[in-house]
């Protein structure tokens, strides 16, 4: 099962140049698993239709979704499934998802992928970050309410004693490092309990670095960072730390010795209330806004779309399982709204939600009866 990122969906984004081929399909894990090659050959044939509705002759049609009707092809493709499946095409690239989520059968032909129903496995609902620390490695996993999985982030220092060594400090590792093991080998441990102030200020320059790094790859996040190690180095890690989203609660323990599925869980058990309480702070401020009339959020689409595009939106609440049709002018901010969807239309909820994204806003996907003011959509503006 290979989860969607927020870095899939801006390598996506990069993408988009003609027309796009977005499609979703809920997915049988067991039991009449031949269902799943026969409905995305349904999708496969309605995306063909749409294509011939935008000018494409039918043989150019079937040659941009060749690389789809491969896999539908692929009987092993079919016995390895999620509970659903999402397939983005463009002339030059296709990339599929298997996801642990149940998508309603969707095909959307336009000049931008179609993420919307990606959205609770995207954002607002559940993603963070594990720092596993030792003075031996440092692990970064990003996490999801269904999984989590190893980052490799180039630049991270390969253990306390690369740190020693590159600042000239052989000396202490020598002094410090236990003494070899039955093969011959020095141990990674190097401090515990009980170290002093210049054994502290050697794991702060480790850390410093372990920081650095981290900077460079999530300075952008806006979601929680829990640290997971042996009591004595949260601390110090704690006291370099520059990311605002580093929670309170850490995991103690020497992550080495914890299986990686058991991290995840601790690591969920601490981060699942903050999502829980985050959603209902920002549903509750975006109903008392809307309440008094103030004109920092909204409810209406011709104010959101525009804002979305212009950067403007801090929180966004997009109803799940819909799609408003129509079309943007970005140079007079205004949008025109279809009954049905027209060529050329986009799927105005799914754009508002893209370029939220874009922008580093937050965005909440929700049943329509949860969105405020009984809407389809709703807004905090940052001004």
């Given at each position: 099962?290979?989860?969607?990122?927020?870095?899939?969906?801006?390598?996506?984004?990069?993408?988009?140049?003609?027309?796009?081929?977005?499609?979703?399909?809920?997915?049988?894990?067991?039991?009449?698993?031949?269902?799943?090659?026969?409905?995305?050959?349904?999708?496969?044939?309605?995306?063909?239709?749409?294509?011939?509705?935008?000018?494409?002759?039918?043989?150019?049609?079937?040659?941009?979704?060749?690389?789809?009707?491969?896999?539908?092809?692929?009987?092993?493709?079919?016995?390895?499934?999620?509970?659903?499946?999402?397939?983005?095409?463009?002339?030059?690239?296709?990339?599929?998802?298997?996801?642990?989520?149940?998508?309603?059968?969707?095909?959307?032909?336009?000049?931008?992928?179609?993420?919307?129903?990606?959205?609770?496995?995207?954002?607002?609902?559940?993603?963070?970050?594990?720092?596993?620390?030792?003075?031996?490695?440092?692990?970064?996993?990003?996490?999801?309410?269904?999984?989590?999985?190893?980052?490799?982030?180039?630049?991270?220092?390969?253990?306390?004693?690369?740190?020693?060594?590159?600042?000239?400090?052989?000396?202490?590792?020598?002094?410090?490092?236990?003494?070899?093991?039955?093969?011959?080998?020095?141990?990674?441990?190097?401090?515990?309990?009980?170290?002093?102030?210049?054994?502290?200020?050697?794991?702060?320059?480790?850390?410093?670095?372990?920081?650095?790094?981290?900077?460079?790859?999530?300075?952008?996040?806006?979601?929680?960072?829990?640290?997971?190690?042996?009591?004595?180095?949260?601390?110090?890690?704690?006291?370099?730390?520059?990311?605002?989203?580093?929670?309170?609660?850490?995991?103690?323990?020497?992550?080495?010795?914890?299986?990686?599925?058991?991290?995840?869980?601790?690591?969920?058990?601490?981060?699942?209330?903050?999502?829980?309480?985050?959603?209902?702070?920002?549903?509750?401020?975006?109903?008392?806004?809307?309440?008094?009339?103030?004109?920092?959020?909204?409810?209406?689409?011709?104010?959101?779309?525009?804002?979305a595009f212009n950067g403007r939106i801090d929180t966004l609440f997009v109803a799940i399982g819909i799609e408003k049709w129509g079309r943007f002018n970005p140079e007079s901010n205004q949008i025109v709204i279809h009954e049905k969807s027209e060529a050329s239309d986009i799927d105005l909820l799914d754009f508002s939600a893209t370029q939220t994204l874009n922008h580093s806003g937050i965005v909440y996907a929700l049943e329509t009866e949860n969105i405020p003011n009984q809407s389809i959509i709703a807004a905090i503006f940052r001004y």
């Amino acid at each position: 099962m290979n989860i969607i990122t927020r870095e899939d969906i801006q390598n996506l984004f990069k993408e988009q140049e003609g027309l796009c081929v977005s499609l979703y399909a809920p997915m049988e894990k067991s039991g009449d698993t031949q269902q799943n090659p026969i409905r995305f050959k349904n999708l496969l044939s309605e995306a063909e239709k749409r294509l011939v509705g935008y000018g494409f002759r039918e043989s150019d049609a079937k040659e941009f979704l060749a690389p789809a009707k491969k896999i539908q092809q692929d009987s092993l493709f079919w016995e390895h499934q999620s509970d659903g499946l999402a397939v983005f095409l463009s002339k030059t690239h296709m990339h599929y998802y298997r996801q642990p989520y149940r998508f309603k059968e969707l095909v959307v032909v336009a000049d931008r992928f179609h993420i919307k129903p990606l959205l609770p496995l995207l954002v607002g609902d559940g993603r963070f970050f594990i720092l596993a620390l030792s003075q031996s490695s440092i692990k970064l996993m990003q996490g999801t309410r269904f999984n989590v999985n190893e980052i490799d982030l180039e630049g991270l220092p390969e253990g306390l004693a690369s740190v020693i060594r590159q600042e000239g400090m052989e000396k202490l590792l020598q002094f410090h490092t236990s003494t070899p093991s039955t093969r011959g080998e020095r141990s990674a441990v190097f401090f515990g309990h009980g170290a002093g102030y210049e054994t502290k200020e050697i794991i702060q320059r480790y850390f410093h670095a372990v920081n650095k790094s981290l900077h460079e790859y999530i300075r952008n996040e806006k979601i929680p960072l829990v640290l997971a190690g042996v009591d004595y180095l949260l601390p110090i890690y704690r006291e370099v730390n520059t990311y605002p989203f580093l929670v309170d609660e850490g995991i103690e323990g020497n992550p080495e010795n914890i299986p990686k599925d058991k991290l995840y869980e601790k690591a969920w058990k601490i981060v699942e209330p903050i999502f829980t309480k985050d959603q209902k702070n920002a549903l509750e401020k975006c109903m008392s806004l809307l309440q008094k009339g103030d004109k920092t959020a909204s409810s209406r689409l011709e104010e959101i779309v525009p804002a979305a595009f212009n950067g403007r939106i801090d929180t966004l609440f997009v109803a799940i399982g819909i799609e408003k049709w129509g079309r943007f002018n970005p140079e007079s901010n205004q949008i025109v709204i279809h009954e049905k969807s027209e060529a050329s239309d986009i799927d105005l909820l799914d754009f508002s939600a893209t370029q939220t994204l874009n922008h580093s806003g937050i965005v909440y996907a929700l049943e329509t009866e949860n969105i405020p003011n009984q809407s389809i959509i709703a807004a905090i503006f940052r001004y």
